[in-house]
């Protein structure tokens, strides 16, 4: 069922065709809604609240429809809900259940609105949802990560650049690299978090309504921080939110990879920095030594294809002019999934960071000897040498076979070694999460859900 069908389908010729049309326009935009089904009630309900307020629907009429969107909503939580075979939406499905139910009160219910900006709130309701379970998730591997650092504080391991033993780092420097990272990340999450709480509702087709809608109204029921205040922009950010949405979740990807990249590279034989519990490794069918990381190669595989979502997005809506075009259903189909999978991947990295294994006194190896030559030409520094012939000395002592490596390190600098500020990268995180303001949006929806 179309709610915009008109009675005649004389222009759809044979019903193959009209089946083949069906099937290619609608494609898995039913399997998409259902993501969105808990958020079509609740901007309904808050829809119908301010239909009530302008006079569109009696106050009677509005508890009727509160009641049935409230046995609604809770049939979807308790996964009760579907989209029947001949609904094309679950916006259609969301109002033929409260028109069956409600009769003319249940038709009413679309007044003032389009289904470009119901879809559109929709989807920012479902974003922002998203978001937060990121946003927590990311948190408690943060957590988890600060932790590791605190604990291993003092275990060195060989810094590199261009994958040359460079410098001595630590444990502590490593896990607590990828916790200031993820403060970055949350820091770009709530720049998109910010971009998604803004309310649509009451654009329309994106030219507005001559209904006196209470679009202030509607923003404060459900929590959102503001307006989309232009009609003709709130529809033009469909496309936009989602793209900001998985840019955001790519730079949280990006520190995701590299730290699964990390753990394959320290796993490696010839490495042998961290060990991974048996677990998390597979053997090969014909070499029974083999105990190779699939869930870290796993991890590094899926968020670096999410990296590349929002490419993929932008090809969709390169070059579309203003308004609202069918080009956008697409976009449900790359962003929905994404989040799947980005919580399957922070689940995983935590699971894995809160049961790797770390090996201790690597740098007592002789072979890391050279790794401790700036700490000898700083000694020499100390000792009045001016820095380049200090520098050209201990050259000279290593390929002349006279270097003895310091191993005694005394790093006071602020994110060095024996100085991580971890409590400084907590209060950065705390900081950032605080920003995100969620206690708002809980009280807003738990208002709006027990509205009388």
């Not at 270097?403 to 500020?421: F, K, M, Q, V, W």
């Amino acid at each position: 069922m179309k709610l915009w069908q008109k009675e005649s389908n004389k222009n759809l010729g044979k019903q193959e065709a009209a089946f083949r049309i069906e099937k290619f326009t609608v494609g898995q935009d039913r399997e998409m809604d259902m993501y969105l089904a808990e958020f079509d009630v609740i901007g309904s309900m808050a829809h119908a609240i301010m239909l009530e307020s302008i006079g569109l629907l009696e106050t009677n009429e509005l508890g009727h429809v509160l009641n049935e969107c409230r046995k609604i909503y809770n049939d979807i939580l308790n996964g009760k809900f579907l989209i029947e075979k001949n609904i094309e939406d679950v916006h259609s499905q969301v109002e033929w259940l409260l028109t069956q139910a409600l009769g003319d009160t249940g038709k009413k219910i679309h007044s003032g609105r389009s289904r470009n900006d119901q879809v559109l709130v929709d989807l920012k309701l479902f974003m922002r949802h998203q978001l937060r379970q990121i946003v927590n998730l990311t948190e408690t591997l943060f957590h988890k990560l600060v932790e590791l650092s605190n604990k291993h504080k003092y275990d060195l391991l060989p810094g590199y650049t261009h994958l040359q033993i460079a410098m001595p780092s630590s444990f502590g420097l490593w896990f607590g690299a990828y916790a200031e990272s993820l403060v970055d990340d949350a820091i770009v999450l709530q720049a998109a978090y910010k971009v998604v709480n803004k309310n649509p509702l009451g654009s329309g087709a994106g030219y507005g309504s001559s209904f006196p809608l209470n679009r202030t109204l509607t923003t404060k029921l459900l929590g959102f921080d503001d307006l989309n205040y232009n009609v003709v922009y709130a529809q033009m950010t469909r496309g936009k939110s989602e793209y900001v949405v998985l840019s955001g979740m790519t730079s949280l990807a990006t520190t995701l990879s590299r730290m699964a990249m990390d753990v394959c590279l320290y796993n490696s034989q010839n490495f042998g920095f961290v060990t991974l519990p048996d677990d998390f490794t597979t053997g090969s069918s014909i070499m029974p030594h083999k105990k190779n990381p699939d869930v870290a190669e796993l991890l590094r595989a899926k968020t670096n294809r999410l990296k590349g979502l929002p490419t993929e997005l932008a090809f969709v809506t390169s070059n579309l002019p203003s308004g609202y075009h069918r080009d956008m259903q697409i976009l449900k189909e790359i962003l929905m999934p994404a989040f799947d999978q980005m919580i399957e991947c922070l689940d995983i990295a935590h699971f894995m960071m809160s049961n790797i294994e770390i090996k201790p006194n690597l740098l007592e190896d002789k072979k890391y000897d050279p790794i401790f030559s700036v700490e000898r030409v700083n000694e020499l520094v100390m000792q009045g040498l001016p820095f380049r012939d200090a520098y050209l000395q201990v050259k000279d002592e290593i390929f002349g076979g006279g270097y003895e490596a310091p191993r005694d390190l005394n790093h006071t600098l602020e994110g060095s070694i024996g100085n991580l500020c971890n409590n400084e990268i907590t209060r950065m995180m705390n900081d950032v999460i605080k920003g995100f303001d969620f206690v708002k949006v809980d009280t807003a929806l738990e208002e709006l859900l027990n509205w009388k």
